[in-house]
């Protein structure tokens, strides 16, 4: 069937004005059904996180949240910024000043961001004495790694080093907050230019963090024989 209007030749302006209009709302109403949901999965996963009405250190916040097409949920908290007019307070340089914790669709990114670095020492030490000199590219560097013990939970940390072309540089924890089936981590950024960053610190922050509670409800759904083998392979946080 010839779907073109009744007039014959090209489509007048008002039929494309008026087509042009319906497809902006649907975008818009998609666009804002996708904000929606995507607020209510970021806070669905603060929730199953955190807990309803979490007690969060270092004065930080939600903030915002995001999701993908490879079902990856992440949650933002940071401190907030100062209202308008007023001066900003001093930043601690020794806690970290955002936080971002990813929910994987399974365990293959959380073992390729705790994959031991190949990198030689060495290089590694001329690359950064050459971004001294005139930096010119963006680089991370791994400056150590190793475990956080609280409570009955130890879990393993990644601290880097981000380096910047404009000269300015950050560090970054990852903490491999996986839990069953559960492939999570969580990303602690420091303030830029700030040398203090310490893992250790972050015991408050895993705390609040629901590790029995998700642990026990990963052990349930695999007693009642629900699909939770696809991430049985980050499962490298048990009790101890």
Do not use: C
């Amino acid at each position: 069937m010839n779907s073109t209007p009744a007039t014959g030749g090209a489509p007048s302006p008002l039929f494309v004005t008026g087509l042009l209009l319906v497809l902006f709302a649907a975008a818009a109403g998609i666009a804002f059904v996708g904000l929606r949901l995507q607020r209510a999965e970021g806070e669905q996963l603060l929730v199953e996180v955190f807990g309803t009405d979490p007690a969060l250190p270092f004065g930080l916040v939600p903030t915002g949240a995001a999701t993908n097409a490879n079902q990856q949920r992440s949650v933002r908290l940071a401190r907030p910024l100062p209202a308008e007019g007023l001066d900003a307070p001093t930043e601690p340089t020794d806690e970290p000043n955002e936080v971002i914790v990813v929910r994987y669709a399974g365990p293959r990114p959380v073992e390729r961001l705790f994959a031991p670095s190949m990198s030689n020492a060495e290089d590694v030490a001329r690359r950064v004495e050459a971004w001294r000199t005139e930096p010119t590219d963006d680089f991370e560097v791994v400056v150590g790694t190793g475990e956080i013990q609280f409570g009955r939970w130890r879990v393993d940390h990644m601290h880097v080093r981000l380096y910047f072309a404009d000269g300015s540089f950050q560090d970054v924890v990852r903490v491999n907050a996986s839990i069953g089936d559960f492939a999570q981590v969580l990303f602690a950024f420091w303030p830029r230019g700030s040398e203090t960053a310490d893992p250790q610190r972050l015991v408050p922050l895993l705390a609040a963090i629901r590790f029995d509670a998700l642990w026990e409800e990963h052990q349930a759904r695999k007693s009642a024989g629900a699909d939770v083998e696809r991430g049985a392979d980050a499962a490298t946080n048990i009790p101890r």
